[in-house]
């Protein structure tokens, strides 16, 4: 995938995505904070994937300036309602103000703090969906904490599983390194789990699906 054929993708098949986020990213922006959300190709897959299972609950570990729960809360329709993780409590303001503008804070609730910590405190089997776009040390443990709070049936999805093109590198030292390496175990992990069944989307930065099994 070039910029060209990337372009392509968006302007035929994403642009309201794109709309979306040039909407909300303007707020982020003016607070300093870094475009490392979803992409937009992810997000419209998102939008058909939700109703598609009838999701009616998702998990979003990782709110930033609140996109990926812009967009699930969207795609489940006002019945629908997230649950929004995010560590920093300023972040987690720039999120609720862009969710506010969107119409969507009623269908949003962000808890901010330490994300494993919010995800122990929650009711097994709650969620249709959990989506893990957070720290990538994080993401075995957040996977292994989904297991738990998603219905037989439901999904878990994880965002960047082609660590930045470089997820087949061997080890080396170079830029992102240790993320790239966590990366790489994560996806490890999910491939031998028993518990789900699993593949990795070259959409976006990867996007990791898992069903959970009945």
Partial sequence: MNEKLYEYVIDTFASDERKLLEKMAKRAQRAGLPMIMIAEDQARFLKILLPAIGAK?????????????????????????VVSLELEPDIADVARANLEQLGLGDRVEIQVGPALKHMTQLDSQTFDFVLIDADKAGYVDYFQESLRLVRPGG?????????????????????RSDEVRAIQRFNKHVAASYKVEACLLPIGDGLVVARVKD
């Fill in 57 to 81: 609950h998702a998990l979003d570990v990782g709110a930033l300036f609140g996109f990926s729960a812009a967009v699930m809360a969207k795609a489940m329709g006002p019945a629908g309602r």
């Fill in 155 to 175: 999904l878990i999805a994880a965002d960047n599983t082609l660590a930045w093109g470089r997820v087949a590198d061997k080890q080396g030292k170079k830029a």
